[in-house]
């Protein structure tokens, strides 16, 4: 068997709104809006991320001690993929012409982050890389919190802030506990994507329901530091 045992980031990109999009919304479009999507999102990780896994609505991805990621860049990285995301976001609604309720529906869908930093062991199932541990555990079950909010933030657990070096505090991150069954609480903090010091000048966004007039009824999201 070829395991070994690895450190560092583990990853979960997560579409929010997902399963209301796909269960109410015509299959074919609908699949082909969370592909493109997704395809940004995989774009601005990887590299310096590693894809493990595609997970439905989820990237998956790892930032190993092999990885060449600085690790102030760690949160530079997330900020990048969803302003990718809601940019990609953004030209669907614009340029769809289609009536269905998917190419209707697209401004509901959002995007969530779960980061994780620990020990996780590699090893292959049918030819096939895989990884498992604690830490790919709770990484998933953070997926499932109660941040009072839809998309557009990073859960950060706290050996991440640790590992990167934050001030939470300082940096204005909102402490947040969950609490799982057989792995306790577990203390994480809150970054905001849609603002925040590593980015520069606003991404604005058509509003959800479109048809305002310019600079009216619009979100705005930072665009990252290239």
Not at 63 to 73: H, K, V, Y
Not at 181 to 201: A, K, M, N, Q
């Amino acid at each position: 068997m070829n395991n070994r045992t690895d450190h560092g980031f583990l990853v979960l990109a997560d579409v929010s709104g997902f399963t209301a999009f796909v269960t109410t919304t015509e299959l074919e479009h609908g699949s082909e809006i969370i592909a493109a999507l997704l395809d940004e999102v995989i774009e601005h990780l990887s590299p310096p991320l590693e894809i493990q896994e595609i997970e439905g609505d989820a990237v998956f991805a790892l930032g190993g001690e092999d990885a060449r990621l600085p690790r102030s860049r760690l949160l530079q990285v997330l900020e990048d993929a969803f302003v990718a995301f809601k940019t990609r976001q953004r030209a669907l609604q614009r340029e769809e012409t289609c009536g269905c309720g998917a190419c209707q529906q697209i401004w509901r869908l959002d995007l969530k982050m779960v980061v994780h930093h620990g020990p996780f062991l590699r090893h292959t199932v049918g030819g096939r890389s895989r990884v498992t541990g604690t830490a790919v555990i709770l990484v998933h079950r953070l997926l499932k919190n109660d941040v009072a909010r839809a998309g557009g933030y990073a859960l950060l657990t706290e050996p991440v802030v640790r590992s990167l070096g934050i001030d939470a505090a300082a940096a204005g991150l909102a402490a947040h506990t969950e609490r799982y069954e057989y792995l306790g609480d577990v203390r994480c903090f809150v970054r905001d994507l849609t603002t925040g010091p590593l980015s520069t000048g606003p991404l604005t966004l058509p509003s959800p329901r479109g048809g305002e007039g310019e600079g009216e009824g619009r979100e705005s999201y930072p665009q990252a530091i290239a």
